[in-house]
């Protein structure tokens, strides 16, 4: 069987990662999985060449028996190409990003209006995302073959559209991400923040977590904030001045290094988060995680215990949370533990399974 991967832009993020981690283990499985694209911007390290596409029609675009593709965006293409089977591969919810926006839940800076039109300007940009919304939507009720990478995405789709969705869990490389047995809390004296993901995304809500990185600094706790991100800093986190070390375009390997030398993970990701790599790979490199109580967060484990888990749009609580984990070694080390048991349950063996499920029950 043949099974083409496409996504229009290959970049770094963690929606890329999983395509490039399904095409990787399906050929380890014996499947003929290319990699089709039209542009390679910044990208993970690629084992093996993509298909470079220029027409788009998606005309030249290789005969495949199956078609994946996970941005609604590039289903919408490929359904219209009439190609053949086509996978719906859903990382997250799309519409709930823009309602996020749309309640003033969480706006980038590109939507923060200013000056007198910005009332105006707030309603062009409600009436804009409600359309992108009714698009997303309809994207969705095509007739393609449906999976996502969470239960709870799962559940959503499937209630949602009907004609079920199949679960493909993500997963992490345990060889890379583990912990460092040597490492001691707060070597340099300070306790190691880390945030991972874009502020150019509504549902990370990362400014819930600069605002309580800014309050720990107000009150003197010695704390390092470090960010990372597939792309430049935003103008926020430039003149803040809250952000003490940002990396952007790391590799697998550079990530599991920092990993290894923080000493919380923080993620404030709202509702329209799909999944969320970056939490899986902290536990697994045994770094205690505060998390906001999201159904994609929660639906990693049945049971809560494996993470400080705080509301959504509360910095002061993740201030709490910082605190908490600083001040009580036996909490800090529960947390630990018990995340490492989480993460290891997320598995690329885990990933190549329901993989091979998929492609032999679904298709």
């Not at 290789?62 to 996970?70: E, I, R």
């Not at 509702?271 to 697994?284: K, N």
């Not at 109580?293 to 215990?305: G, L, Q, T, V």
Request: charged fraction near 25%; include cysteine; glycine fraction near 8%.
């Amino acid at each position: 069987m043949k099974i083409g991967y496409f996504i229009r832009n290959l970049g770094v993020s963690g929606g890329v990662k999983v395509v490039l981690q399904h095409v990787r283990l399906l050929r380890a499985s014996g499947h003929d999985a290319v990699l089709i694209t039209e542009n390679v911007r910044q990208a993970w390290e690629l084992h093996e060449d993509p298909i470079i596409i220029l027409d788009r029609g998606l005309a030249d675009t290789p005969y495949c028996d199956v078609y994946v593709g996970t941005v609604y965006s590039d289903v919408k293409r490929l359904y219209e190409a009439k190609k053949g089977k086509l996978v719906h591969l859903c990382q997250g919810y799309e519409p709930l990003d823009y309602l996020a926006r749309i309640k003033g839940e969480s706006i980038t800076e590109r939507y923060q209006r200013k000056g007198f039109f910005s009332f105006f300007e707030r309603q062009l940009d409600i009436l804009k995302f409600r359309k992108r919304i009714r698009k997303i939507e309809s994207v969705y009720r095509l007739p393609t073959i449906k999976a996502a990478v969470s239960k709870y995405l799962v559940e959503l789709i499937g209630t949602k559209f009907g004609n079920g969705c199949a679960f493909i869990q993500n997963g992490i490389d345990l060889n890379v991400f583990h912990p460092d047995a040597r490492r001691k809390w707060g070597e340099n004296g300070k306790i190691r923040l880390l945030s991972v993901g874009s502020m150019h995304v509504a549902c990370k809500k990362i400014s819930d977590t600069l605002d309580a990185v800014r309050v720990l600094k107000e009150k003197k706790i010695p704390v390092e904030f470090v960010r990372v991100s597939g792309g430049p800093p935003s103008v926020l986190e430039k003149e803040s001045g809250l952000v003490d070390t940002f990396y952007t375009g790391l590799s697998e390997n550079e990530m599991a290094e920092l990993y290894r030398t923080t000493d919380i993970f923080i993620s404030s990701s709202l509702e329209g988060e799909g999944f969320g790599l970056p939490p899986i790979e902290a536990m697994a490199s045994g770094v205690p995680s505060i998390l906001t109580e999201i159904p994609a967060y929660r639906s990693f484990c049945e049971n809560k215990n494996f993470a400080y888990f705080v509301p959504t749009h509360r910095p002061d609580r993740i201030v709490e949370g910082v605190l908490a984990l600083s001040e009580d070694n036996a909490l800090r080390q529960g947390y630990i533990e018990r995340g490492f048991v989480v993460a290891k349950s997320h598995s690329l063996e885990r990933t190549r399974l329901d993989l091979a499920h998929f492609f032999e029950e679904w298709i």
